[in-house]
T-cell receptor, first 112, second 114 residues
């Protein structure tokens, strides 16, 4: 079974709409990473959260980590076609940053 | 853009052959990890190298091996290639030992085994 669950698996939103992607871990995390991936390409680092209750924002993307450090959400405000891609959350349980366990990803399409 | 570079970008090999993939880590980073990503799935951790030694391994057979060099670059070697090894291979670099625990990925190598 997946230790890290992402929902939804796919999402189609109209340009300008807001959306939220969720990531839930069965275990407490040392850190939670969010990445974006274009089909067949590498992962683009978005944000990393380490503290319970932490929230970070970059441009129109906001990520939060709950107090128990088991659930995170990624919120995009006023979506644009450039936001389309696959969003992946990665769990760091060892504190070594690059031994990450990933969810299966959320595929986002933004329609005009 | 990150400073993590991988080569080659695409590769076609025959079943049973051996392959070497290369990764140049971001300047200032001391740790490299390798991942295998199947289509429609999240990346799966293969192993990590720190101070030129393997520092953790995922559920992959011994025919997957690696090296890290003094300049922190790394290689992933796969022996006796199987058709199921056809995937995207990603490397990630990070700096272990400080509070800065960002992990940056390269663009990946697409391996096709025929």
């Amino acid at each position: 079974s997946q230790e890290l669950e992402q929902s939804p698996q796919s999402l189609i939103v109209q340009e300008g709409k807001n959306l939220t992607i969720n990531c839930t871990s069965s275990k407490t995390l040392y850190g939670l990473y969010w990445y974006k991936q274009k089909y067949g390409e590498g992962l683009i680092f978005l944000m990393m959260l380490q503290k319970g209750g932490e929230e970070k924002s970059h441009e129109k993307i906001t990520a939060k980590l709950d107090e128990k450090k088991q659930q995170s959400s990624l919120h995009i405000t006023a979506s644009q076609p450039s936001h389309a891609g696959i969003y992946l959350c990665g769990a760091d349980r060892s504190g070594t940053a690059s031994k990450l366990t990933f969810g299966t990803g959320t595929r986002l399409q933004v329609t005009l | 853009e990150t400073g993590v570079t991988q080569s080659p970008t695409h590769l076609i090999k025959t079943r049973g052959q051996q392959v070497t993939l290369r990764c140049s880590s971001q300047s200032g980073h001391n740790t490299v990890s390798w991942y295998q990503q199947a289509l429609g799935q999240g990346p799966q951790f293969i192993f990590q190298y720190y101070r030129e030694e393997e520092n953790g391994r995922g559920n992959f057979p011994p025919r997957f091996s690696g090296l890290q060099f003094p300049n922190y670059s790394s290689e992933l070697n796969v022996n006796a290639l199987e058709l199921d090894d056809s995937d995207l291979y990603l490397c990630a670099s990070s700096l272990v030992g400080t509070m800065n625990t960002e992990a940056f990925f390269g663009q990946g190598t697409r391996l096709t085994v025929v």
